[in-house]
């Protein structure tokens, strides 16, 4: 483990990762406009943009470009500046660094380098959706964006398809479509949400589920968009308990491990994974003989 140092006390630099409005301006907070203020460079994910939001909320300051492409070179000069004592915050194009956007190469070279990193609050996207989804939010999965290359996006589904827990997808406007058709074609008919323009003037939530939203009119679907789906009612939910005990009664009649939990998974159809993770917590030191 690190020597341990509080983020806002000691004598280690630290990088501000700032989250920005997605939408609304007035969702910046005064702790971010704070920041921003006494920060010497902005780094962030398109100068452009933040130029604009800068100028926009009164401020001018020297920015650093550091988007998906230049991340690993840039975050050296980065790292460079804060080891010399210079204030510097970071911000990507909407929301929280680092979330379906650039930032954790970054974060990830500070930290490597003694530098620690504190995140401001702010706007996201995901949690503003779920939150007024409807949907069960006392578990949830966010996957982001869905690969764009059809095979690819089939597998990512393929092994989201049991989750038990809310799913929220990221999608652009471009894609939405095709999405949509493939969000119905491997996970079946469920309840679903799009959240459109949030925080905007147009902000919209379309409630309905998959096989209702391949009738969307694409013209009416402009915007930026989350999906939130409901996670795999099909299945009853399997608790820890019922599975650490098929798990044992296969363990006492002399199963090894490998088999006992590749049949209790099929026997409860729950996934292998989880079983593994319960046969390592409860099992693995006192069973160790039988592998
Ligand atoms: N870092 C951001 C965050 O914390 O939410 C996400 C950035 S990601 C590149 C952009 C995606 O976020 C969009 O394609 C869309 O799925 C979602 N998004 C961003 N702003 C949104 C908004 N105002 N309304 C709905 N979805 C939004």
Redesign the pocket.
């Known amino acids: 483990m690190r020597e341990r140092e509080p983020n806002f006390q000691g004598p280690s630099p630290l990088l501000y990762l700032l ?1 920005t409005p ?3 301006l007035e969702e910046i907070s005064p702790r971010t406009k704070n920041i921003i203020e006494q920060a010497e460079y902005i780094a962030c994910e398109d100068t452009r943009n933040s130029g604009l939001l800068l100028s926009r909320l009164g401020f001018d300051k020297k920015l650093i470009s550091c988007h998906e492409h230049n991340e690993e070179q840039v975050s050296e000069q980065i790292v460079r500046l804060l080891n010399e004592g210079k204030k510097v915050a970071y911000m ?10 650039p930032g954790s190469r970054l974060v990830a070279n500070c930290l490597a380098n003694g530098i620690k990193v504190a995140t401001v609050s702010g ?7 779920l939150a007024s989804s409807g949907l069960d939010s006392t578990h949830f999965y966010f996957h ?2 869905l690969s764009a290359k059809p095979s690819e996006r089939d597998t990512e589904l393929e092994q989201i398809k049991n989750r038990k827990e809310t799913v929220i ?5 471009h894609r939405i479509k095709k999405t949509l058709t493939a969000l119905y074609e491997s996970l079946g008919e469920r309840k679903a949400v799009i ?6 003037a147009h ?1 919209e939530y379309i409630r309905g589920n998959l096989k209702e939203f391949l009738d969307l009119d694409e013209t009416t679907l402009k ?5 939130i789906v409901e996670g795999d009612k099909s299945q009853p939910v399997v608790s820890e308990e019922a599975i650490l005990e098929q798990l044992k009664s296969l363990l006492d009649e002399g199963l090894r491990s490998k088999e006992a939990i590749k049949k209790t998974a099929e026997l409860l159809s729950v996934n292998k994974n989880q079983v593994y993770s319960l046969y390592l917590a409860n099992f693995k030191n006192s069973l160790n003989r039988r592998r």
Request: no cysteine; aromatic share 10%.
């Open positions: 989250a997605i939408g609304n990507s194009d909407a929301g929280y660094p680092a979330i379906s956007d706007p996201n996207a995901a949690l503003n959706a982001g964006f997808f990221y999608e652009s406007p959240a459109r323009e949030l925080t905007k902000e915007g930026e968009m989350v999906i």
